[in-house]
């Protein structure tokens, strides 16, 4: 038997490996059980005790995208044959479909605005940590101080002279608001995250650029910014997945047509008693673009994660 | 191809002075060294000709034209790093043909000229490799490469040499100077080793502490020093300094330390107190003859030379002599200068006073 200071042991490896296995399946439960009650009937989603075996149903997801209403037996009995698979769940239920519902508005809100304020938190961040991290600017320690000091409080602590300032702007309610707000927010882990990355990134890069012939700016566009594409992309994952979750502003200054998806998915609680399989297909619909975006993106977070730790 | 005047140079950052006011002129076609410890303002001096930085005041000419103050786009400079600074997200080809594609050359002409380029520093071969696997040595001929891809006026080089290892770094140093010779580009070379300058330069600046101590070719640097820094950095062993208090007129042709008279070149400036009287190892004999007494202390082999270190009442003495001559640690041996070469300084001032040796060389910026 030969011992090794670096290797692992097999055993080891294995309960380490049993370890991690158990911890990531416990903490996908919750994540795992509202996938499975959005393919729930409403009638399986309340049983007691809990139906882990099931027959699929995509009630769900269509009650998540209709509004439907409640007609008597003869009117029923009198309409043609269901067109499409969601009409025919819908009649089951003695119910026929009256509209679309919010939901895909809902949605596409918070595409716009989890997306507009990561493009462009990120955007402002890079530009600001490139100066930071490139020219000498008066007091700029202070200056990053004073960017990180808006992190110190919980931003909701604001919340209230927000709410005057926008209904006094008319930014209440806008998809510009929001994405103004989420921006302010994010901005300042922006500029220090990535000024992190561009500081690693050796200076006569850009310098071998100037004297090659380009200008400053094209010597940070075509040189730096592939350097810092690590960086940007953590910290891009980073403002989407605050953005895109964000709850209590969402509430406090959305209602309409600036609305996202957060405060949206509980009010679909009481339009037709505890519809468990529609909130559930909301919430699931909900985690997908940061699940994919994350997943396009993991190459670079893992690198993003542990970049500087090795100096190449 | 092109000549560069600096006048007066000045670079401060905040109360910090890089470098005080400088002047020398580089020649067209000249391989030219800025030599010094570090921090001593070389590589600041190397940075606003290329324009890094820009000189607080004074005037930089490349050609007749006044560039001090131009964004280095507009130079026409190539800039060689010590680290090399190749862009790591393109492949050696694309390094190599990045200058020319900012001056819009068609992709045609870009080729052709890597291909030529390459063909000069023997790189065809991994023309296509992306540059973060390359050797050390081909990570300095591909920067090499893309410096003189694009034919500019003068290349700058901040101790290229610097991160190779001791064995590369001769070779490398000749494959540069033969390039340099085949190129006939005006060529300024930043180094803090005193050899690699004195082996490739045509012309050196000695700078130390912003100040430019001495500008000269090699041989006048070594053999006329024009300040003690100059003749302690330059040579390995360094010069001997043998202190000593007395007065010295012009016109004189010895130096008297004490009750010994030294014969010197004749001495063209008056200086009296505390002096310095300064010969190169090289330039000491050990005869029975000397007029000075020493013990030896200690001998280094070096082959065909050896270093006998001696103590005299003037402090320690290293001479070189030939290997064949037998000396034995604890010998009283008397030493003999060669009065032609041997220079005088100012303790006070640090400079060296000016004789019949040194008369014009004493260039300082």
């Known amino acids: 038997m030969s011992f090794s200071v670096t290797e692992t042991s097999s055993r080891v490896k294995w309960i380490s490996g049993t370890l991690v296995i158990t911890y990531a399946l416990i903490t996908m439960i919750p994540l795992v059980w509202i996938m499975m009650t959005s393919f729930k009937t409403p009638p399986d989603s309340i049983s007691y005790p809990p139906k882990v075996f099931y027959e699929p149903s995509l009630e769900g997801y269509v009650n998540l995208f209709t509004t439907r209403t409640r007609v008597s037996p003869e009117t029923l009995a009198s309409l043609p044959p269901p067109e499409n698979f969601a009409e025919e769940i819908v009649r089951n239920r003695d119910m026929v479909i009256a509209g679309p519902s919010k939901f895909s508005g809902r949605f596409l809100n918070s595409v716009i605005i989890g997306f507009g304020s990561t493009f462009l938190s990120v955007f402002l961040g890079t530009l600001a940590a490139y100066a930071f991290s490139r020219f000498k600017i008066p007091l700029a320690d202070d200056l990053l101080f004073f960017i990180l000091s808006t992190r110190m409080m919980p931003p909701i602590a604001v919340a209230i002279p927000i709410f005057l300032m926008y209904r006094k702007l008319g930014l209440s309610d806008t998809h510009l608001g929001m994405i103004l707000l989420y921006t302010a927010v994010n901005i300042s882990l922006a500029v220090w995250l990535l000024k992190g990355f561009i500081d690693e990134i050796p200076r006569e890069y850009e310098e071998a650029a100037l004297i090659d012939g380009y200008t400053r700016f094209q010597a940070f566009y075509k040189v730096v910014l592939p350097q810092a594409a690590t960086g940007i992309a953590s910290t891009a994952i980073f403002c989407l997945i605050f953005a895109w979750n964000e709850y209590a502003f969402a509430v406090l200054l959305t209602s309409g047509t600036a609305q996202t998806a957060p405060p949206f998915i509980p009010t679909i609680i009481g339009v037709g008693g505890l519809d468990w399989p529609a909130i559930a297909a909301g919430a699931t619909l909900f985690l997908l673009p940061v699940m994919i975006f994350t997943v396009m993106l993991r190459k670079h977070l893992l690198r993003g994660i542990t970049f500087g730790a090795v100096r190449k | 191809m092109a000549e560069i005047v600096i006048k007066s140079v000045r670079k401060d950052f905040g109360s910090f002075t890089a470098v005080k006011e400088s002047s020398f002129k580089i020649e067209d076609g000249e391989f030219f060294m800025l030599l010094g410890p570090s921090g ?4 600041t001096t190397l940075r606003m000709i290329a324009g890094l930085e820009l ?6 000419f490349l050609d007749g034209e006044e560039i001090s103050q131009l964004p280095p786009s507009k130079r026409d400079i190539a800039f060689v790093f010590q680290m090399f600074a190749l862009y790591p997200h393109m492949n050696v080809r694309r390094n190599i043909s990045y200058p020319l594609v900012s001056q819009g050359m068609k992709r045609r002409d870009v080729k052709a000229k890597v291909a030529e380029v390459s063909k000069i520093l023997g790189i065809e071969n991994i023309l296509d490799k992306p540059v973060g696997g390359l050797s ?8 090499l490469g893309r410096a003189i891809v694009r034919e500019p006026k003068a290349f700058m080089m901040d101790e290229p040499l610097g991160a190779l290892d001791a064995e590369f770094r001769e070779h490398m140093s000749e494959e540069l100077r033969a390039l340099h010779d085949r190129m006939g580009a005006t060529t300024v070379y930043v180094t803090h080793d005193q050899l690699e300058a004195m082996q490739m330069g045509d012309k050196i600046v000695v700078m130390n502490n912003a100040v430019v101590e001495q500008f000269g070719t090699p041989q006048d640097i070594y053999d006329k020093p024009a300040s003690l820094f100059v003749a302690d950095f330059i040579g390995s062993p360094s010069m001997n300094f043998l202190n000593y208090k007395g007065d010295v007129t012009s016109g004189q042709k010895v130096a008297k ?20 009287l300064g010969v190169r190892p090289e330039h000491i004999a050990l005869s029975d003859s ?12 070096l082959g065909t030379t050896q270093i006998v270190v001696m103590q005299s009442e003037f402090g320690e003495l290293k001479a070189r002599v030939d290997s064949s001559m037998s000396v034995d640690v604890g010998d009283n041996v008397g030493v003999d200068f060669n009065a032609s070469t041997i220079t005088l300084f100012d303790q006070s001032s640090g400079l ?6 040194n008369d014009g060389a004493l260039q300082r910026g």
């Open chain 2, 40 to 43: 001593c303002g070389k590589t």
């Open chain 2, 55 to 60: 000189p607080s005041s004074g005037e930089i």
């Open chain 2, 136 to 143: 050390g040595g081909d990570r300095q001929r591909v920067a």
């Open chain 2, 257 to 276: 330390l004490g009750e010994h008279i030294i014969n010197v070149p004749q001495q063209l400036e008056d200086a009296s107190g505390k002096l310095v």
């Open chain 2, 290 to 301: 000397g007029s000075l007494r020493a013990e030896v202390q200690a001998v280094e082999y």
């Open chain 2, 352 to 357: 060296a006073l000016r004789s019949e040796l």
